[in-house]
């Protein structure tokens, strides 16, 4: 069952914990295959992480098997998978972009 909290994580945060989740070794193979922009953006997400509930955990595990992750999946199968919360493209900031996009210059 999901925590009122798990409904409030965004991809990135998603992203974050499920890095956190695979381990050093694994997530650091994961990484190494994302582009520059991606790692910015993820990497600070990673980092900003502190308490991982054991219901979150088991909540962002289940969605990410649900999008496909296998345990025997290759590091680029699996950043396929997480890029599946972004529908096929590289990992952004939503946010930010539509930061950026709505800004108006005087």
């Known amino acids: ?5 798990d409904l409030f994580l965004n991809e990135l945060e998603k992203i974050a914990i ?17 582009d ?8 600070p997400r990673i980092s900003k992480l502190k308490e991982v509930s054991p219901e979150m955990q088991k909540a962002v595990w289940a969605e990410f098997e649900q999008l496909g992750y296998e ?4 590091p680029s199968s699996a950043l396929g998978v997480i890029r599946v919360l972004f529908n096929g493209s590289k990992i952004r900031d939503k946010d930010k ?7 108006t210059y005087r």
């Open 18 to 34: 499920f890095l956190l989740l695979l381990g050093l070794k694994r997530a650091g193979s994961i990484i190494e295959l994302m």
């Open 97 to 103: 972009k539509n930061f950026f996009n709505n800004r």
């Open 36 to 43: 520059s922009d991606e790692i910015k953006t993820i990497v």
């Open 1 to 5: 069952m999901l925590d009122e909290e």
């Open 71 to 74: 345990d025997q999946m290759s």
